[in-house]
């Protein structure tokens, strides 16, 4: 370091990303010069490296669309029009309109977000702990629009109960496959731009084989041994047919499928319920299933490998959690038929297995291929890699985001489970790598809920509840909306929607932010809250707990996120909860919970971080395969993996399988050929870091709409060509580009520009919306009826049920025509 020189460790902005990156930012009288990757203490010393985000993120104080003052708004909503007010005139002016609005409506009027993959820390920062301290104590309402990434959570919610133990959350376990398959996602250089694409590139480097499957010849593809291009939306039916191969060739685990799974349970062929004790035996167990055992020859109770044993309090951030009971004891003599079908007390039954076998039978290679345009060959070739890998991986990387997308992850999932990789280190399915080492439980049940579990308030409902009570005054009003660190505006599909009609009707909108966005422009007042380099955080990850500190002091009038609660507190009528607290104050209330990680002989406290700012976790050990030192322990009605879901049988969703998808609708297609496709810009995150010339300078200064050579001739397009992309729900206008990247039938265009780089509207114009008629599926809708209903019985607060699993994602599934225009 130089003289006056010292550095701090902060992290990226950059969150969305979940790559978790620290940072070493160094600062020379009092102005940041500089940030570098972090080596932290711990067993997981080098985990943190840093991409071209994590390079420029120190200028991010400094750009010019910084926020130092709070604002009022003076203009119409979006127009942008501000005037700098006082802190005092903020204060008690956004207090006297929330305190009439709750007078009117009571405190749920007031909705406040708590979507936070955008800040550092994402759940596990102090903010999002404050947000919902705010929402518990007050009684307001959660609100949690965005219905992003969901399909892969519902998918492991409906098989696995929420435990995610079939599933790899640490990025670093993926090191330890010996045959990748990345399935729609672009993790190499682009989306997961820093650790784990070293950790991919080093483990291909050693030998293994990386193979991607995908739309588009991205970065990964680039990278990949072999590229398996797919039609879009179509992905189940290529697992459905290598599921189909290995049992057709007899390579199951057989050992993996009946200690862990539903496999040798046995299902009743007239209703597509478990078969229990109760159905065959006076007075027998409605709760015991069964499986039909070799030693007897007849049905035997059955249960998990291990009994669930979870705790009440476990229940606080486990928002899609199912909570059932099982009350059955595995037999150490039992032995379990695989493959049976029978008549038992007249009532026909199959195993789950067996019953797979029927459900996969029509798809075979060829079927696969008319309807993905994967070769049968392909396909085949693919699968027999796959199965001779010990162990093979499968990285989904939140890569379908489509209406069939939950449907498709529970096809591709039969892999794993079928030939025993689930049970392997670095075999496990990734569905998004969210975590990079042991998980640490703060003292959040606390923080969030100082009253208890049992006395906490807050409210959800569906964005569809809110929008339909303006237009009816004898419901529940939603008036106040708190925009915490989110872009509703440029993110969310649909500005019509997210802007006519429930921006426009707010009685106030008050943004949290530290930058001018699409959102600010709408806010009736813009707080000014710090950046991530004038504060501080705790935060642990890989295996170390971390003191991210101030670099900086606060610019301007910025102020860190417990000042700016505790005004919403006081104005709620709940600032006893706030009052008297900052910052370090609630490090040592999350610091003082009991996970013996923070214990130890010497606990990890508040004070001992200031002095030697980064910690290892006591008794974290070097294992990337986190869950494998864990009991398997599933909250199923089973206790086992249930590739087979009782509970959408009657849907029509017993199994994963393929649907439909909205791209083929042949009656939008006449008029609307081709793909619209949102894509992740890789030097961007989210709706970030467009503020950075630098990033810009690499990644483009303007958006532009991208075609394969031959769906532009034929419609007469040339590269650099004014076009306009037109749908059934709106239009933008866009500068042609043309790669053979790109497949035909597609136009590519980027999600991360904020509607200041368009020439008139961005791409979300043409999204659809995620609510309404639209954003449902018979399939959906009943498991969100069944999972709500459950978790309710079981005790769960409303306000922690995720009412997002009722809708589809349809970022993908948006059709579209080009036109060449003329330029004025």
Not at 393 to 399: A, Q, V
Not at 553 to 556: A, I, L, N, Q, V
């Given at each position: 370091?130089?003289e006056?020189?010292?550095f701090?460790?902060?992290?990226?902005q950059?969150?969305g990303?979940?790559e978790?990156?620290v940072l070493?930012?160094?600062?020379?009288?009092?102005?940041?010069?500089?940030?570098?990757?972090?080596?932290?203490?711990?067993?997981?010393?080098?985990r943190?490296r840093v991409?071209?985000k994590g390079?420029?993120?120190?200028?991010?104080p400094?750009?010019?669309?910084r926020?130092?003052?709070?604002?009022k708004?003076t203009?119409?909503?979006?127009?942008?029009?501000?005037?700098?007010?006082s802190?005092?005139?903020?204060?008690e002016e956004i207090?006297?309109?929330?305190?009439d609005?709750?007078?009117?409506?009571?405190?749920e009027?007031?909705?406040?977000?708590?979507?936070c993959?955008g800040?550092?820390?994402?759940?596990?920062?102090?903010e999002?702990?404050?947000?919902?301290?705010?929402?518990?104590?007050s009684?307001?309402t959660?609100?949690?629009?965005?219905i992003i990434?969901?399909?892969?959570?519902?998918e492991y919610?409906i098989?696995?109960?929420d435990?995610?133990?079939?599933?790899m959350s640490?990025?670093?376990?993926?090191?330890?496959a010996k045959y990748?398959?990345?399935?729609g996602?672009?993790?190499?250089?682009?989306?997961?731009?820093?650790?784990?694409?070293?950790t991919?590139?080093?483990?291909?480097?050693?030998?293994?084989?990386l193979?991607?499957?995908?739309?588009?010849?991205?970065?990964t593809?680039?990278?990949?041994?072999?590229?398996?291009p797919i039609n879009?939306a179509?992905?189940?039916a290529?697992?459905l047919?290598?599921a189909?191969i290995?049992?057709?060739e007899?390579?199951?685990?057989e050992?993996?499928?009946l200690k862990y799974?539903?496999?040798p349970?046995?299902?009743r062929d007239?209703?597509?319920?478990?078969l229990?004790e109760a159905?065959i035996k006076?007075?027998?167990d409605?709760?015991?299933?069964?499986c039909?055992?070799k030693?007897?020859?007849?049905p035997?109770?059955?249960?998990?490998a291990?009994?669930?044993?979870r705790d009440?309090?476990?229940r606080t951030f486990?928002?899609?959690a199912n909570?059932?009971t099982?009350t059955t004891?595995?037999?150490?003599?039992l032995d379990p038929?695989?493959?049976k079908?029978?008549?038992?007390?007249?009532?026909a039954?199959?195993?789950a297995?067996a019953?797979?076998k029927?459900?996969?039978?029509p798809?075979?290679?060829?079927k696969?291929?008319?309807?993905t345009?994967v070769?049968?060959?392909?396909?085949?070739?693919?699968?027999?890699?796959?199965?001779d890998?010990?162990p093979g991986?499968?990285?989904?990387?939140?890569?379908l985001?489509y209406?069939?997308g939950?449907?498709a992850?529970r096809?591709?999932n039969?892999?794993?489970i079928?030939?025993?990789?689930?049970?392997?280190?670095?075999?496990?399915?990734t569905?998004?790598?969210?975590?990079?080492?042991?998980?640490?439980?703060?003292?959040?049940?606390?923080?969030t809920?100082?009253?208890?579990?049992?006395?906490m308030?807050?409210?959800?409902?569906?964005?569809?509840?809110?929008?339909?009570?303006?237009?009816?005054?004898?419901?529940?009003?939603?008036?106040?909306y708190?925009?915490t660190?989110?872009?509703?505006v440029?993110?969310w599909?649909?500005?019509?929607?997210?802007?006519?009609?429930f921006?426009k009707?707010l009685?106030?909108m008050?943004?949290?932010?530290?930058?001018?966005?699409?959102s600010?422009?709408?806010?009736d007042?813009v707080?000014?809250?710090c950046?991530?380099?004038?504060?501080e955080?705790?935060?642990?990850t890989?295996?170390?707990?971390?003191l991210?500190e101030a670099?900086i002091?606060?610019?301007?009038e910025?102020k860190?996120?417990?000042?700016i609660?505790?005004?919403?507190?006081k104005?709620?009528?709940?600032?006893?909860y706030?009052e008297g607290?900052?910052d370090?104050?609630w490090?040592?209330?999350?610091?003082?919970?009991g996970?013996?990680?923070?214990?130890?002989?010497?606990?990890?406290?508040?004070?001992?971080l200031?002095?030697?700012k980064t910690?290892p976790?006591?008794?974290?050990?070097?294992?990337?395969?986190v869950?494998?030192?864990?009991a398997?322990k599933?909250d199923?009605?089973?206790?086992?993996?249930?590739?087979y879901?009782?509970d959408?049988?009657?849907a029509?969703?017993?199994?994963?399988?393929?649907e439909?998808?909205?791209?083929?609708d042949?009656?939008?297609?006449a008029d609307?050929p081709?793909?619209?496709?949102?894509?992740?810009h890789?030097?961007?995150?989210?709706?970030?870091?467009t503020?950075?010339?630098e990033?810009?300078?690499i990644g483009?200064?303007k958006?532009?709409?991208?075609?394969?050579?031959?769906?532009?001739?034929?419609r007469?397009?040339k590269e650099?060509?004014?076009?306009?992309?037109?749908?059934y729900?709106?239009?933008?206008?866009?500068?042609?580009?043309?790669s053979?990247?790109?497949?035909?039938?597609?136009a590519?265009?980027?999600?991360?520009?904020?509607?200041?780089?368009h020439?008139?509207?961005?791409?979300?114009?043409?999204?659809?919306?995620?609510t309404g008629p639209?954003?449902?599926?018979?399939?959906?809708d009943e498991w969100e009826?069944?999972?709500?209903?459950?978790?309710l019985?079981?005790?769960?607060p409303?306000?922690?049920?995720y009412?997002?699993?009722d809708r589809?994602?349809?970022?993908?599934?948006?059709?579209c025509e080009?036109?060449?225009?003329?330029?004025?």
């Open positions: 370091m130089s006056n020189e010292n701090v460790y902060t992290a990226c950059g969150w990303c979940h978790h990156c070493k930012t160094y600062v020379k009288d009092g102005v940041i010069e500089r940030t570098e990757r972090a080596i932290l203490k711990g067993p997981r010393a080098e943190h991409c071209q390079m420029v993120v120190g200028k991010l400094y750009i010019k669309e926020i130092l003052h709070p604002l708004r203009g119409e909503r979006g127009e942008g029009k501000f005037e700098q007010i802190w005092d005139q903020a204060i207090t006297e309109k929330m305190q609005s709750i007078e009117k409506y009571g405190p009027t007031v909705m406040v977000n708590t979507f993959c800040i550092v820390g994402g759940v596990g920062a102090l999002t702990a404050l947000t919902l301290r705010l929402i518990f104590t009684g307001a959660r609100f949690h629009f965005p990434d969901v399909a892969g959570q519902w919610n098989e696995d109960g435990g995610g133990f079939t599933i640490d990025t670093d376990a993926l090191a330890d990748l398959i990345t399935w996602g672009n993790p190499v250089g682009w989306t997961r731009a820093a650790h784990t694409t070293r991919i590139i080093d483990a291909q480097e050693k030998g293994m084989k193979v991607h499957i995908g739309l588009v010849y991205d970065c593809a680039a990278k990949a041994d072999q590229f398996i879009a179509t992905d189940a290529l697992a047919a290598m189909k290995v049992i057709d007899d390579r199951v685990d050992d993996a499928l799974t539903c496999a349970l046995l299902i007239d209703n597509g319920q478990y229990r159905d006076e007075g027998g409605p709760k015991t299933l069964l039909w055992d030693t007897t020859n007849g035997a109770p059955i249960g998990p291990e009994s669930i044993d009440l309090e476990d486990s928002s899609f909570y059932r099982n004891v595995s037999a150490e003599d038929e695989l493959d079908i029978v008549e038992i007390n007249g009532i039954c199959k195993t297995f019953k797979l029927e459900h996969l039978e798809w075979t290679p060829e696969q291929e008319s309807i345009g070769p049968a060959q392909v396909a085949i070739d693919l699968v027999h890699e796959y199965m890998a010990d991986c499968i990285y989904l990387n939140d890569g985001r209406s069939n939950g449907q992850y096809a591709i039969l892999l794993p079928l030939t025993g990789n689930f049970a392997k280190r670095g075999g496990r399915i569905i998004s790598p969210l975590g990079d080492g042991e998980t640490v439980y703060l003292n959040d049940t606390e923080m809920m100082p009253d208890g579990y049992e006395n308030k807050g409210n959800q409902v569906s964005f569809d509840e809110i929008l339909e009570s303006f237009d009816h005054p004898e419901r529940q009003q939603y008036r106040v708190l925009n660190y989110v872009n509703p440029h993110a599909p649909n500005p019509k929607v997210v802007c006519d009609q921006l009707r009685d106030l008050i943004d949290i932010d530290f930058r001018m966005t699409d600010t422009a709408w806010a007042y707080l000014p809250v950046t991530p380099f004038e504060r955080e705790i935060l642990a890989a295996n170390t707990m971390t991210l670099a002091e606060p610019m301007g910025s860190p996120p417990s000042f609660y505790s005004i919403f507190a104005a709620m009528g709940v600032g006893d706030f607290m900052e370090a104050d490090h040592r209330l999350r610091l003082s919970g996970d013996p990680k923070l214990g130890g002989p010497e606990p990890i406290t508040y004070e001992r200031k002095e030697e910690i976790l006591y008794g974290a050990v070097d294992d990337t395969d869950y494998a030192r864990k398997w599933f199923t009605v089973s206790g086992r993996y249930e590739f879901c009782e959408l049988a009657g029509g969703g017993g199994f994963g399988t393929y439909e998808p909205r791209l083929h042949p009656e939008k297609l609307y081709l793909q619209m496709y949102p894509g992740r890789r030097v961007f995150m989210q709706t970030q870091f503020e950075f010339p990033l810009t300078a483009g200064d958006p532009r709409v991208s075609l394969n050579p031959a769906t532009a001739k034929e007469g397009i650099g060509d004014l076009i306009e992309v037109y749908n729900q709106g239009k933008m206008t866009s500068v042609a580009t043309l053979e990247a790109f497949p035909p039938g597609m590519h265009v980027w999600y991360a520009y904020p509607k200041k780089f020439r008139d509207n961005p791409p979300t114009v043409l999204s659809t919306t995620l639209e954003a449902h599926t018979p399939m959906t009826r069944i999972n709500t209903a459950k978790s019985a079981a005790g769960v409303k306000a922690l049920i009412n997002g699993l589809v994602e349809t970022y993908w599934e948006d059709l080009v036109r060449k225009i003329e330029e004025a």
